[in-house]
C-alpha cells in the first residue's frame, strides 16, 4: 500500500510588540504583525481591531476608554517614522493629527485632555482638544527610557519626569485633570487655557537614586511615587507632596531590569514585574491581616548597627510566568519564523489590577482585587492574592543562610504564591483572543 507523504507545520507563534492598560486597566490595546487590537482586561474580550499593512507599531497608548489613540512606529519596519506620534481616531479608522520630533520619540503617557512625549533629553506637553497645541517642555537628563509618569484621576494635577541628575526625578504641576466625558468621544474635552497652578513651588526635585532611572509609577491620585534604579533591587515609594521617603521594597539582591511599577488603584499595595519573569506584590498599609516578609534580624536593626539589608521588606506573594518554549518551539524554527519578526522575549509582561466580582459562602457576591499579566507571546493570566479570604500570620520572615562564598542569602521560607485563576490567550493573528 502506498500512503501519499504529508508534511506537518506549526502554526505561526503569537508575538506582541506592546501591550498597554488603560490609566484605570479597564481596557488594554495589542500591536501585533498584523496591526492592533483593543480589548477588555476582564473578562478577556475583544472589543475591534485593526489590521494594518505596511509596516508595524511600536505601542498603541489608549486614551482612557475613548476612540482616541496615539501610535508609535517600530520593529524592523515602522509603520510610521519614529519621531512621529499619531493621533488615530479608532471611530473613523484613520489618522486625525500627528506630530514630529526632530528625533525619536522615547515614551508618552496621557490623560484627558493631555499628552507628554519623552525625548532623549526632554518632555513635551501637549493640550489635546479639538486641536492639539503645545503647551509646554522640560529639559532632563539622558532619558532613553522615555520615563514619565501622568496623574490620571479628575482634578489630579502630577506629571513626573525624569530630574537633570542622575536618579533624580522631577514633579511638574499641571492644570487639575478633567472628569470623564461621554464614552467613546475622544474629542469631548473642552480645551483649556494654558496656565500655571497657584502655588508657590510647581516643581520639585526628589533624589531617589544613585544609579540611573529604570522606572518612574504614579498612582492615578499622584498622591505616591514609586521609582526603581538600573539595579533592580529596590522600589522606593515617595509622598509626592513632601518629597519624603515613605517605603524602601526590596524586589531581591540580584540585579535584574524592572520592566514596571502598579499602584493598586486604592493605593493599598502594587506589583512589581521583572526581567526575571516573576510578579512581586507587596503590601503599602502599616498594620491589616497581611504584611511584607521581613529578615529574622530586622526586629535588631534599632539596636544594632546592622546593613539596611536586613531591615528589607520583601514581598508577600509572588507568581512566575510559565515558560512557553515548549509550546513555542517548532514555530521558532528559522524555517518557520517569520524573517521580519525578532524573538519573542518570554519573560517580558504588563501588570495591571482589576476589581473581579465572585460569590461567597451565602452566595452573595464579594468583590476582590486581582492581578492581570500580559505576556509579549500572548499569555493572559488572571491572578487572584493569597490572603484575600484566607487569615495569614501578620508577622512573616525571612531567615538567613550563608552561601559557600560566605555572603548572606534571604531563603525563602513564608513565601506565598498568587493563584493562578485563569489563562487565555490573546493576540493572535487569525483570531485575535
Same mark, same amino acid.
Given at each position: 500500500?502506498?500512503?501519499?507523504?504529508?508534511?506537518?507545520?506549526?502554526?505561526?507563534?503569537?508575538?506582541?510588540?506592546?501591550?498597554?492598560?488603560?490609566?484605570?486597566?479597564?481596557?488594554?490595546?495589542?500591536?501585533?504583525? $498584523?496591526?492592533?487590537?483593543?480589548?477588555?482586561?476582564?473578562?478577556?474580550?475583544?472589543?475591534?481591531?485593526?489590521?494594518?499593512?505596511?509596516?508595524?507599531?511600536?505601542?498603541?497608548?489608549?486614551?482612557?476608554?475613548?476612540?482616541?489613540?496615539?501610535?508609535?512606529?517600530?520593529?524592523?519596519?515602522?509603520?510610521?517614522?519614529?519621531?512621529? *506620534?499619531?493621533?488615530?481616531?479608532?471611530?473613523?479608522?484613520?489618522?486625525?493629527?500627528?506630530?514630529?520630533?526632530?528625533?525619536?520619540?522615547?515614551?508618552?503617557?496621557?490623560?484627558?485632555?493631555?499628552?507628554?512625549?519623552?525625548?532623549?533629553?526632554?518632555? *513635551? *506637553?501637549?493640550?489635546?482638544?479639538?486641536?492639539?497645541?503645545?503647551?509646554?517642555?522640560?529639559?532632563?537628563?539622558?532619558?532613553?527610557?522615555?520615563?514619565?509618569?501622568?496623574?490620571?484621576?479628575?482634578?489630579?494635577?502630577?506629571?513626573?519626569? $525624569?530630574?537633570?541628575?542622575?536618579?533624580?526625578?522631577?514633579?511638574?504641576?499641571?492644570?487639575?485633570?478633567?472628569?470623564?466625558?461621554?464614552?467613546?468621544?475622544?474629542?469631548?474635552?473642552?480645551?483649556?487655557?494654558?496656565?500655571?497652578?497657584?502655588?508657590?513651588?510647581?516643581?520639585?526635585?526628589?533624589?531617589?537614586?544613585?544609579?540611573?532611572?529604570?522606572?518612574?509609577?504614579?498612582?492615578?491620585?499622584?498622591?505616591?511615587?514609586?521609582?526603581?534604579?538600573?539595579?533592580?533591587?529596590?522600589?522606593?515609594?515617595?509622598?509626592?507632596?513632601?518629597?519624603?521617603?515613605?517605603?524602601?521594597?526590596?524586589?531581591?539582591?540580584?540585579?535584574?531590569?524592572?520592566?514596571?511599577?502598579?499602584?493598586?488603584?486604592?493605593?493599598?499595595?502594587?506589583?512589581?514585574?521583572?526581567?526575571?519573569?516573576?510578579?512581586?506584590?507587596?503590601?503599602?498599609? *502599616?498594620?491589616? $491581616?497581611?504584611?511584607?516578609?521581613?529578615?529574622?534580624?530586622?526586629?535588631?536593626?534599632?539596636?544594632?548597627?546592622?546593613?539596611?539589608?536586613?531591615?528589607?521588606?520583601?514581598?508577600?506573594?509572588?507568581?512566575?510566568?510559565?515558560?512557553?518554549?515548549?509550546?513555542?518551539?517548532?514555530?521558532?524554527?528559522?524555517?518557520?519564523?517569520?524573517?521580519?519578526?525578532?524573538?519573542?522575549?518570554?519573560?517580558?509582561?504588563?501588570?495591571?489590577?482589576?476589581?473581579?466580582?465572585?460569590?461567597?459562602?451565602?452566595?452573595?457576591?464579594?468583590?476582590?482585587?486581582?492581578?492581570?499579566?500580559?505576556?509579549?507571546?500572548?499569555?493572559?493570566?488572571?491572578?487572584?492574592?493569597?490572603?484575600?479570604?484566607?487569615?495569614?500570620?501578620?508577622?512573616?520572615?525571612?531567615?538567613?543562610?550563608?552561601?559557600?562564598?560566605?555572603?548572606?542569602?534571604?531563603?525563602?521560607?513564608?513565601?506565598?504564591?498568587?493563584?493562578?485563576?485563569?489563562?487565555?490567550?490573546?493576540?493572535?493573528?487569525?483570531?485575535?483572543?
Amino acid at each position: 500500500m502506498n500512503l501519499a507523504r504529508h508534511s506537518l507545520s506549526s502554526t505561526s507563534p503569537i508575538q506582541i510588540f506592546g501591550a498597554t492598560f488603560d490609566s484605570d486597566f479597564t481596557i488594554f490595546t495589542a500591536s501585533t504583525p $498584523a496591526g492592533f487590537a483593543v480589548y477588555q482586561s476582564c473578562p478577556l474580550r475583544l472589543i475591534r481591531k485593526r489590521e494594518l499593512t505596511g509596516g508595524t507599531l511600536a505601542a498603541v497608548v489608549p486614551l482612557h476608554t475613548t476612540n482616541l489613540m496615539f501610535l508609535l512606529g517600530g520593529g524592523r519596519s515602522p509603520m510610521y517614522p519614529q519621531n512621529k *506620534v499619531v493621533l488615530w481616531d479608532d471611530a473613523l479608522g484613520t489618522e486625525v493629527a500627528e506630530l514630529e520630533f526632530r528625533e525619536r520619540v522615547r515614551g508618552l503617557a496621557c490623560r484627558r485632555g493631555w499628552l507628554a512625549v519623552a525625548l532623549r533629553r526632554r518632555v *513635551v *506637553v501637549f493640550q489635546v482638544g479639538e486641536k492639539v497645541t503645545r503647551y509646554e517642555e522640560w529639559d532632563t537628563g539622558d532619558n532613553p527610557r522615555g520615563l514619565l509618569a501622568l496623574a490620571t484621576k479628575p482634578n489630579s494635577t502630577l506629571l513626573a519626569i $525624569a530630574g537633570r541628575q542622575i536618579g533624580h526625578v522631577q514633579l511638574i504641576h499641571l492644570p487639575p485633570c478633567p472628569g470623564p466625558g461621554p464614552v467613546g468621544e475622544p474629542f469631548s474635552f473642552p480645551l483649556q487655557k494654558s496656565h500655571k497652578l497657584p502655588t508657590t513651588q510647581s516643581t520639585s526635585i526628589i533624589a531617589a537614586h544613585t544609579s540611573a532611572l529604570n522606572s518612574i509609577s504614579l498612582p492615578p491620585s499622584g498622591r505616591l511615587l514609586a521609582t526603581t534604579s538600573s539595579r533592580g533591587t529596590l522600589v522606593r515609594i515617595w509622598d509626592s507632596v513632601t518629597g519624603k521617603l515613605i517605603r524602601e521594597l526590596r524586589r531581591g539582591t540580584d540585579k535584574a531590569e524592572i520592566y514596571g511599577v502598579a499602584f493598586r488603584p486604592d493605593e493599598r499595595e502594587l506589583c512589581v514585574w521583572s526581567d526575571k519573569g516573576t510578579i512581586h506584590v507587596f503590601t503599602l498599609m *502599616v498594620s491589616g $491581616a497581611t504584611s511584607n516578609r521581613q529578615s529574622t534580624f530586622s526586629p535588631l536593626t534599632p539596636f544594632l548597627p546592622l546593613p539596611r539589608y536586613f531591615d528589607s521588606e520583601w514581598s508577600y506573594a509572588q507568581f512566575r510566568i510559565p515558560v512557553q518554549s515548549s509550546h513555542i518551539s517548532l514555530a521558532t524554527n528559522p524555517a518557520v519564523q517569520s524573517p521580519m519578526l525578532d524573538p519573542p522575549d518570554e519573560e517580558k509582561c504588563v501588570v495591571g489590577w482589576i476589581q473581579f466580582s465572585k460569590e461567597r459562602g451565602d452566595g452573595e457576591p464579594a468583590v476582590e482585587y486581582q492581578l492581570i499579566a500580559l505576556t509579549y507571546t500572548g499569555g493572559w493570566y488572571r491572578l487572584s492574592l493569597p490572603h484575600q479570604g484566607v487569615a495569614l500570620p501578620r508577622a512573616r520572615t525571612l531567615s538567613v543562610s550563608r552561601t559557600s562564598k560566605g555572603k548572606a542569602k534571604e531563603e525563602t521560607d513564608g513565601r506565598t504564591d498568587c493563584i493562578l485563576e485563569e489563562y487565555r490567550t490573546y493576540g493572535r493573528w487569525d483570531g485575535w483572543g
